[in-house]
Each structure stands twice: as structure tokens, then as C-alpha cells.
T-cell receptor, first 114, second 109 residues
Framework: KAGVTQTPRYLIKTRGQQVTLSCSPI?????VSWYQQTPGQGLQFLFE???????NKGNFPGRFSGRQFSNSRSEMNVSTLELGDSALYLC?????????????FGSGTRLTVV | DAKTTQPPSMDCAEGRAANLPCNHS???????VYWYRQIHSQGPQYIIH???NNETNEMASLIITEDRKSSTLILPHATLRDTAVYYC??????????FGTGTRLTVIP
């Protein structure tokens, strides 16, 4: 079956712009989580959506937002980009109960802010 | 506030077993232990998970201590392609994944 698909794979944006990243989960998965990975901070949880509702949120500023559609696809938006937002953004999908089923990750979107 | 502690790096000879330890002393009764690995900035790859009992699959074995405060991931016959960063993760009741800094495993020819 198809895995988690993230688009685009690479992106270059200018400081102050905004960006939207997309994630298509595995068919049947209703939960989508987003993570930011940087060399200095490692993998950090951004937020999780389940059935179109944000269920959990990490400790990131309000410039980072997301949403989930009825087909479980999710988008993540970062407004007013800063140089420090340069990172690999990973999406993971799961059945509703991650504790017993775990997550499947996409290959990520590498965002570079210049 | 990572819930797990792992050594930052380990080496293993090709063909030998790689034993990667993880401490999770504050784990709660209903929290699972998961292991993922990440190869050169690809998305993390699921390896194995467990709650109380030891588990084995085609990739690895997971040994969880009786008090559940630590676990060991065992790759029985390490290959060069197993070189990666290995993350031990506890999934909380709120379904959040806390990634620590992981263990960078280097398999040496």
C-alpha cells in the first residue's frame, strides 16, 4: 500500500514569506502528526490532527498552524518565515490509537529560508 | 522533557549483534516503548514496539525489563545498512511521541 506522501520534497523561501506543506496519510489512517527536525533541536513535535480536529499541540509559536481535511490529508502552514525555520518537516500518520499501532513517517519536506 | 535516555553513539562490528540500551524510568503502566531509526535525514522508520513482554520481528528483538524502566533493542546480525540513528520513544497517554537525541549506531566492516 502507498506510504505517507509529503509534498514538496524541497522548498526555498525568503524570510518573511509564508509556506504551506502537504501530507497525505496512509489510506485508512485518521491521525496525522507533524514534526520539525533541526540539527540543534532534533525531532520536535508540532501538532497532531485526528478527524479534522487538532488533538495535541507542541510548544511552537502561533506562526505554525495546520489543518486536516475530511479525507485525512493535512497541511501545515508557517507564516512570516524566519531563518530558524529552516528544517526538515516530517509528517506521520497513524490509526487513532498510536499507542498500540505506532506511526508511519513520510520522507519529509526540507525547507530552506534565506 | 524527553522521557527516554540513550547513549549518544555506539559502534558494532558487521555481522555481530548490536545491543542498544534505553532508560525510561518514568514510564507509566499504559505507555508503550517504540523504537525507530533514521537513516541520513530520511523519515524515521518503525522497527518494533512493546508494552510489557519481549517482542521479536523480522528486523529486531525488544527486551523490556520486568520493572519496565529500561529496554534493549537487539539487531541480531548488524549490516552496514543498519548504520543509523536509533530512537527509543515512549508514547504517552496523550498519544505524543517524544524523541530524545537517539543513539548513532555505526556498523564497522
Amino acid at each position: 500500500k502507498a506510504g505517507v506522501t509529503q509534498t514538496p520534497r524541497y522548498l526555498i523561501k525568503t524570510r518573511g514569506q509564508q509556506v504551506t506543506l502537504s501530507c497525505s496519510p496512509i489510506s485508512g489512517h485518521r491521525s496525522v502528526s507533524w514534526y520539525q527536525q533541526t540539527p540543534g533541536q532534533g525531532l520536535q513535535f508540532l501538532f497532531e490532527y485526528f478527524s479534522e480536529t487538532q488533538r495535541n499541540k507542541g510548544n511552537f509559536p502561533g506562526r505554525f498552524s495546520g489543518r486536516q481535511f475530511s479525507n485525512s490529508r493535512s497541511e501545515m502552514n508557517v507564516s512570516t518565515l524566519e531563518l530558524g525555520d529552516s528544517a526538515l518537516y516530517l509528517c506521520a500518520s497513524s490509526h487513532g490509537s498510536q499507542r498500540s499501532y505506532g506511526y508511519t513517517f513520510g520522507s519529509g519536506t526540507r525547507l530552506t529560508v534565506v | 522533557d524527553a522521557k527516554t535516555t540513550q547513549p549518544p553513539s555506539m559502534d558494532c562490528a558487521e555481522g555481530r549483534a548490536a545491543n542498544l540500551p534505553c532508560n525510561h524510568s518514568t514510564i507509566s503502566g499504559n505507555e508503550y516503548v517504540y523504537w525507530y531509526r533514521q537513516i541520513h535525514s530520511q523519515g524515521p522508520q518503525y522497527i518494533i514496539h512493546g508494552l510489557k513482554n519481549n517482542e521479536t520481528n523480522e528486523m529486531a528483538s525488544l527486551i523490556i525489563t520486568e520493572d519496565r524502566k529500561s529496554s534493549t533493542l537487539i539487531l541480531p546480525h548488524a549490516t552496514l545498512r543498519d548504520t543509523a540513528v536509533y530512537y527509543c520513544i515512549v508514547i504517552t497517554g496523550a498519544n505524543n511521541l517524544f524523541f530524545g537525541t537517539g543513539t548513532r549506531l555505526t556498523v564497522i566492516p
